[in-house]
T-cell receptor, first 114, second 112 residues
Framework: EAGVVQSPRYKIIEKKQPVAFWCNPI?????LYWYLQNLGQGPELLIRYENEEAVDDSQLPKDRFSAERLKGVDSTLKIQPAELGDSAVYLC????????????FGPGTRLTVL | AQSVTQLGSHVSVSEGALVLLRCNYSSSVPPYLFWYVQYPNQGLQLLLK??????LVKGINGFEAEFKKSETSFHLTKPSAHMSDAAEYFCALNTGFQKLVFGTGTRLLVSP
């Protein structure tokens, strides 16, 4: 079974530029999460989707961050414009309805903002 | 607020020695607790989870953890460390509604 797929794995941009990250969850997983992991820290939830609905986006900085999950499968997280402080690893995870406590994580996208 | 605290940002052991990674939690409701491992440039992998069944939980790769309510702890142990165990380990608490709160992580270093 394929795991959570994320792309790109690495991204380097200059500040004020836009950037987008893509996530493909495990097949059949209805819940999708985006996490932010700063260096030396644990992941912090940005947004959680149940199918195509964002059910928890309280920690998403909505002035510059946006996300979508069209058709309840793949998801895209966007930052526009990026700031120096956005340099971090962006992790995507998914879980299945019948085992909602177990989240499966992708390898992450490491963003560097210059 | 519900939170987890991991004691020690780095733990060093020799190959074959006991591994002990400490995690204490704070929760106003019975907690669901997790340990995840993260290898360099990879995502997090679930090692084990406690969901109010047996207090001693066995996970993958020979790891286990014991839930102690009186000490509000969920420490991770392995009897004999292997070089391949070198990684970052995260303790996490489910706050409800499928929301995980992670500790700051402990980097395990294993020397030959």
């Amino acid at each position: 079974e394929a795991g959570v797929v994320q792309s790109p794995r690495y991204k380097i941009i200059e500040k004020k530029q836009p950037v987008a990250f893509w996530c493909n969850p495990i097949s059949g997983h209805n819940t999708l999460y985006w996490y932010l992991q700063n260096l030396g820290q644990g992941p912090e939830l940005l947004i959680r989707y149940e199918n195509e609905e964002a059910v928890d986006d309280s920690q998403l900085p909505k002035d510059r961050f946006s996300a979508e999950r069209l058709k309840g499968v793949d998801s895209t997280l966007k930052i526009q414009p990026a700031e120096l402080g956005d340099s971090a690893v962006y992790l995507c995870a998914s879980s299945f309805r019948s085992d909602a406590d177990t989240q499966y994580f992708g390898p992450g996208t490491r963003l560097t903002v210059l | 607020a519900q939170s987890v605290t991991q004691l020690g940002s780095h733990v060093s052991v020799s190959e074959g020695a006991l591994v002990l990674l400490r995690c204490n939690y704070s929760s106003s409701v019975p907690p669901y607790l997790f340990w995840y491992v993260q290898y360099p440039n990879q995502g997090l992998q679930l090692l084990l989870k406690y969901t109010s069944a047996a207090t001693l939980v066995k996970g993958i790769n020979g790891f286990e953890a014991e839930f102690k309510k009186s000490e509000t702890s969920f420490h991770l142990t392995k009897p004999s460390a292997h070089m391949s165990d070198a990684a970052e380990y995260f303790c996490a608490l489910n706050t409800g509604f499928q929301k995980l709160v992670f500790g700051t992580g402990t980097r395990l270093l294993v020397s030959p």
